[in-house]
């Protein structure tokens, strides 16, 4: 069966410092792959979007970015965060066109 | 862009009473789906329902989509306390690039024992 994980679960950064989340995925391949932020008691934003290693695409002009590594593997960062970051970080995952998406527990992020 | 619009934002009902959630979009799309999200944490597809249906069911779940009016209705019928969750409809369009997927902003749904 599939399982996707994200890490670490909460973090408390200062305003200015880097950022590294981190997904991964197990028991599919070549799924597309997402990042999603979520202010408190909103929806969700889609920020990033990736059909395969190496391909990102962007939704929302931002001062963050991601990654592709590995095919099960899906990297959001920052050089420099704001307060404006902080929130409820979801990745998901998607079997082709199937249409579901699959979301990991969350990344709960505090910019101080 | 905003695609889907649930409403009520809020709901507060007693153990065993059905919950009525809607939701509005505005493109045509593909499907439309529902999502479950326990406070705090990720969300959980609940049902999804394809373009060309008009209603589905899943044990307590009844959705019904209405593309005339674009606009789809979660019934969650003899609500129990664990219930309680935030709900989100999602939609693609269906002119749009790698079926992702449009959400509204959710009806936070309370169900008190």
């Known amino acids: 069966s599939q399982t996707i994980h994200q890490w670490p679960a909460t973090l408390v950064q200062p305003v200015g410092s880097p950022l590294s989340l981190e997904c991964t995925v197990e028991g599919t391949s070549n799924p597309n792959l997402y990042w999603y932020r979520q202010a408190a008691g909103r929806g969700l934003q889609l920020l990033f979007y990736s059909v395969g290693i190496g391909q990102i695409s962007s939704e929302v002009p931002q001062n963050l970015s991601a990654s592709r590594p590995q095919d099960r593997q899906f990297i959001l960062s920052s050089k420099k965060l704001l307060l404006s970051d902080s929130g409820f970080y979801l990745c998901?995952?998607?079997?082709?066109?199937?249409?579901?998406?699959?979301f990991g527990p969350g990344t709960r992020l505090t910019v101080l | 862009s905003q695609q889907g619009e649930e409403d009520p934002q809020a709901l507060s009902i007693q153990e065993g009473e059905n919950a009525t959630m809607n939701c509005s979009y505005k493109t045509s799309i593909n499907n439309l789906q529902w999502y479950r999200q326990n406070s705090g944490r990720g969300l959980v597809h609940l049902i999804l329902i394809r373009s060309n249906e008009r209603e589905k069911h899943s044990g307590r779940l009844r959705v019904t989509l209405d593309t005339s009016k674009k606009s789809s209705s979660l019934l969650i019928t003899a609500s129990r306390a664990a219930d309680t969750a935030s709900y989100f409809c999602?939609?693609?369009?269906?002119?749009?690039?790698?079926?992702?997927?449009?959400f509204g902003k959710g009806t936070k749904l309370s169900v008190k024992p």
């Open positions: 999602a939609t693609d369009e269906a002119k749009g690039s790698q079926g992702n997927l449009i």
């Open positions: 998901a995952w998607m079997s082709g066109r199937a249409g579901t998406q699959y």
